[in-house]
């Protein structure tokens, strides 16, 4: 069964460092999104992201966040310069597959980031 | 240890007994609702989905009721297994994002 792979499984980055999180989403999904979740909360929404611009994002989505599709397989994350409350998991999903609307997001196991 | 964060409400059933797990939503207008179980240090699996114009859908050993006049989702496990273990949580889908609720742990004893 087709996956979202995220690369690396664990990030430690200095404080004022830029960071980048990496995706491969499900091949013929055309919708991908991060979300957030420190440890022992619930899953935050961050940015979605179709037809190479984004859609919508929330208000943790500041200046210092990025997003980028760089090529056909490829969907990162980028954090100009972290503080330590960017410290959390970070997980990608995708879905769509431009038919019916109401797909499931499917997503993968998550980069965990630590900021020192 | 662990970082203060959310106490998750915490749902203990025997193995082989039957869970619901309940979760209510914010918006009225949503018409889409997702359930994922999360294991610890994984990401949100899939489970099953349900569609506002619908109020119950069955899957291999899951239900998903909606009552829309409450705003209220429940998620159904029959003959629970230990490998059912993992925190549930329900997700409202509002134009190009989820919304996830704060989720329930539930503990399978033996």
């Known amino acids: 069964e087709p996956e979202v792979t995220q690369t690396p499984s664990h990030q430690v980055t200095q404080m004022g460092q830029e960071v980048i999180l990496r995706c491969v989403p499900i091949s013929n999904h055309l919708y991908f999104y991060w979300y957030r979740q420190i440890l022992g909360q619930k899953v935050e929404f961050l940015v979605s992201f179709y037809n190479n611009e984004i859609s919508e994002k929330s208000e943790i989505f500041d200046d210092q966040f990025s997003v980028e599709r760089p090529d056909g397989s490829n969907f990162t994350l980028k954090i100009r310069s972290t503080k330590l409350e960017d410290s959390a998991m970070y997980f990608c999903?995708?879905?769509?597959?431009?038919?019916?609307?109401?797909?499931?997001?499917?997503f993968g196991d998550g980069t965990r980031l630590s900021i020192l | 240890g662990e970082s203060v964060g959310l106490h998750l409400p915490t749902l203990s059933v025997q193995e082989g007994d039957n869970s619901i797990i309940n979760c209510a939503y914010s918006n009225s207008a949503s018409d889409y609702f997702i359930w994922y179980k999360q294991e610890s240090g994984k990401g949100p699996q899939f489970i099953i989905d349900?569609?506002?114009?619908?109020d119950k859908r069955q899957g291999q050993r899951v239900t998903v009721l909606l009552n829309k006049t409450v705003k209220h989702l429940s998620l159904q496990i029959a003959a629970t297994q230990p490998g059912d273990s993992a925190v549930y949580f329900c997700a409202e889908d509002s134009s190009y994002k989820l919304i996830f609720g704060s989720g329930t742990r539930l503990l399978v004893r033996p």
């Open positions: 999903a995708s879905g769509g597959t431009g038919g019916l609307v109401g797909q499931p997001q499917h």
């Open positions: 349900i569609r506002s114009n619908m």
